[in-house]
């Protein structure tokens, strides 16, 4: 976790430790940065960012492949319904995972609800 006012660009580098070779890291227009471009490339996988209108330089991207990303937005969209969760309620980073976490198998329950 964050403070709120801090950019998420800045533990992006903390978050791809573990990206395995071979993979493709989808983010948003927020996360293009030479920087984490190049900390991506140097774990040998390849990250999907659409550039910023101010760009510079041509990078490639690929929307078809970008399209995948609107599975983690809808996630986020329905963890935000939990008002526990869209509050920061906890103040504690563990406990506001573990909601995150009983958030998260309560919306995967509700994928399998049978409907009889």
């Known amino acids: 976790l964050t403070a709120g006012q801090a950019s998420d660009l800045a533990s992006a580098k903390d978050l791809i430790g573990h990206l395995a070779p071979g993979s493709m890291l989808l983010a948003d227009k927020g996360y293009d940065a030479n920087d984490l471009r190049a900390a991506v490339a140097e774990r040998n996988a390849w990250a999907n960012i659409p550039p910023k209108r101010n760009r ?3 990078i490639c991207f690929s929307r078809h492949l970008y399209k ?9 969209n329905k963890i935000k319904h939990f008002r526990r969760i869209a509050t920061r309620f906890d103040k504690t980073a563990e406990n506001f995972l573990a909601a995150v976490k009983l958030a998260s198998i309560r919306i995967w329950l509700r994928g399998y609800e049978s409907t009889a």
């Open 56 to 58: 510079k330089d041509p």
């Open 68 to 76: 995948a990303r609107n599975l983690v937005e809808r996630f986020f």
